[in-house]
């Protein structure tokens, strides 16, 4: 049964309209978004300028952007969000270029890199390059795969969010071999790469390989010390369970520890079982949990379903100040229709593609200081 609207409809704003990116601009400047106070003192175990660190203000803004195959935007068996679970050296500033900021304008000179046409696409509807381009790989697919490499050879700092295997075999030292060779290649990179493993292992759906709690952060530290043991400095180490099992189920007792995590994650799609709901309420919970963590906070795969239509664009503005939250230090949207069941299932699509509203107020979010803190060059509209 589909639950009823979560909030009252707010008056529309026009896309683009200068009135909302002052007001953006204005919470930037004050620090604030969702109402919450300074961000607790934060802590890593990434290499600082090795591994990617937070920006001291404001957060990196990032995307989950599928290749294309034959001219439609589609996602490979071997790197879908959906089979996911089954599935560099660094610079002194800690940017993936090495310099701290950008060569140039995202006028598509990276368009002919392998993978890259839809991410450059993607940019250059934002009207600035991403900070973070997410990709998916399952378990035994290797490392790196041509959109890898095409990220890691520019000033993007790439996401891999990696599948699992079954968390006792890992433990029982079954894939150490396989575990090594990813360590290994990663550290080959010699850029700074956000590792996203076994993400939303809370889920029901994940209980067959991960079997418990403890049997998720046995094999969590077990991969760590592997990659420790190869000396892989270049990583930061992304703990990601769904923002729902913060409120349906207890995704709080999967987290392996402030020692052995560098950011903490959450997954934040509204939910295909809500009419309407805003961010603010897909990540209540898990905001609240989080608050007790010295930990910068990522926001991955967060996306407005289609079926809201023309609140669309409202929805986004909502989440701009949900997102300045002080502790929130990167987001990355999904910007995909992949999860659909069907073509008709529009509370599961959330590419903005085609939807001039959406996209304009997605841009607002993407071009507002506060979510470009390399201060990356914003072209015109």
Same mark, same amino acid.
């Not at 995909?336 to 979010?365: C, H, M, Y």
């Given at each position: 049964?589909?639950?009823?609207?979560?909030?009252?409809?707010?008056?529309?704003?026009?896309?683009?309209?200068?009135?909302?990116?002052?007001?953006?601009?204005?919470?930037?400047?004050?620090?604030?978004?969702?109402?919450?106070?300074?961000?607790?003192?934060?802590?890593?175990?990434?290499?600082?300028?090795?591994?990617?660190?937070?920006?001291?203000?404001?957060?990196?803004?990032?995307?989950?952007?599928?290749?294309?195959?034959?001219?439609?935007?589609?996602?490979?068996?071997?790197?879908?969000?959906?089979?996911?679970?089954?599935?560099?050296?660094?610079?002194?500033?800690?940017?993936?270029?090495?310099?701290?900021?950008?060569?140039?304008?995202?006028?598509?000179?990276?368009?002919?890199?392998?993978?890259?046409?839809?991410?450059?696409?993607?940019?250059?509807?934002?009207?600035?390059?991403?900070?973070?381009?997410?990709?998916?790989?399952?378990?035994?697919?290797?490392?790196?795969?041509?959109?890898?490499?095409?990220?890691?050879?520019?000033?993007?700092?790439?996401?891999?969010?990696?599948?699992?295997?079954?968390?006792?075999?890992?433990?029982?030292?079954?894939?150490?071999?396989?575990?090594?060779?990813?360590?290994?290649?990663?550290?080959?990179?010699?850029?700074?790469?956000?590792?996203?493993?076994? #993400?939303?292992?809370?889920?029901?759906?994940?209980?067959?390989?991960?079997?418990?709690?403890?049997?998720?952060?046995?094999?969590?530290?077990?991969? #760590?010390?592997?990659?420790?043991?190869?000396?892989?400095?270049?990583?930061?180490?992304?703990?990601?369970?769904?923002?729902?099992?913060?409120?349906?189920?207890?995704?709080?007792?999967?987290?392996?520890?402030?020692?052995?995590?560098?950011?903490?994650?959450?997954?934040?799609?509204?939910?295909?079982?809500?009419?309407?709901?805003?961010?603010?309420?897909?990540?209540?919970?898990?905001?609240?949990?989080?608050?007790?963590?010295?930990?910068?906070?990522?926001?991955?795969?967060?996306?407005?379903?289609?079926?809201?239509?023309?609140?669309?664009?409202?929805?986004?503005?909502?989440?701009?100040?949900?997102?300045?939250?002080?502790?929130?230090?990167?987001?990355?949207?999904?910007?995909?229709?992949?999860?659909?069941?069907?073509?008709?299932?529009?509370?599961?699509?959330?590419?903005?593609?085609?939807?001039?509203?959406?996209?304009?107020?997605?841009?607002?979010?993407?071009?507002?200081?506060?979510?470009?803190? #390399?201060?990356?060059?914003?072209?015109?509209?």
């Amino acid at each position: 049964m589909v639950k009823a609207r979560s909030r009252t409809a707010r008056a529309g704003v026009p896309a683009g309209a200068p009135i909302v990116i002052a007001a953006l601009a204005a919470l930037t400047a004050a620090g604030c978004g969702s109402g919450a106070g300074a961000a607790p003192k934060i802590t890593t175990t990434a290499r600082a300028g090795v591994a990617p660190t937070p920006p001291t203000k404001g957060a990196y803004f990032g995307a989950w952007v599928p290749p294309e195959v034959r001219g439609k935007r589609t996602s490979p068996s071997t790197s879908s969000p959906t089979t996911a679970s089954d599935t560099p050296s660094g610079s002194p500033s800690g940017s993936p270029s090495g310099s701290g900021g950008p060569s140039a304008k995202p006028t598509g000179k990276d368009a002919g890199k392998p993978g890259m046409a839809p991410v450059v696409g993607f940019e250059r509807q934002l009207g600035r390059q991403l900070d973070i381009v997410q990709n998916y790989a399952s378990w035994k697919a290797p490392f790196p795969g041509d959109l890898d490499t095409s990220v890691l050879s520019g000033n993007r700092y790439l996401l891999l969010t990696w599948g699992s295997a079954d968390t006792k075999e890992i433990v029982q030292g079954t894939h150490d071999e396989l575990i090594r060779d990813r360590a290994r290649a990663i550290k080959a990179t010699g850029k700074p790469v956000f590792l996203r493993w076994s #993400r939303d292992m809370d889920k029901k759906s994940a209980l067959p390989r991960v079997h418990s709690a403890a049997d998720f952060i046995a094999a969590w530290k077990h991969l #760590r010390t592997i990659f420790k043991q190869e000396k892989v400095d270049n990583v930061a180490w992304v703990w990601c369970p769904s923002a729902r099992g913060f409120g349906s189920g207890n995704a709080g007792s999967f987290y392996p520890g402030d020692g052995e995590v560098d950011w903490i994650c959450a997954d934040a799609q509204p939910g295909g079982d809500y009419d309407y709901r805003d961010l603010s309420e897909a990540v209540k919970l898990f905001m609240e949990w989080a608050r007790g963590r010295a930990k910068p906070i990522m926001i991955a795969e967060f996306g407005v379903p289609q079926s809201y239509g023309e609140r669309r664009a409202e929805w986004l503005r909502a989440a701009a100040k949900t997102l300045q939250d002080p502790q929130i230090k990167a987001v990355v949207y999904f910007d995909s229709d992949e999860q659909a069941d069907d073509p008709r299932d529009k509370r599961r699509a959330f590419s903005v593609t085609g939807d001039k509203r959406a996209v304009s107020a997605l841009r607002e979010i993407a071009t507002t200081p506060y979510f470009n803190p #390399r201060n990356l060059p914003v072209t015109s509209d």
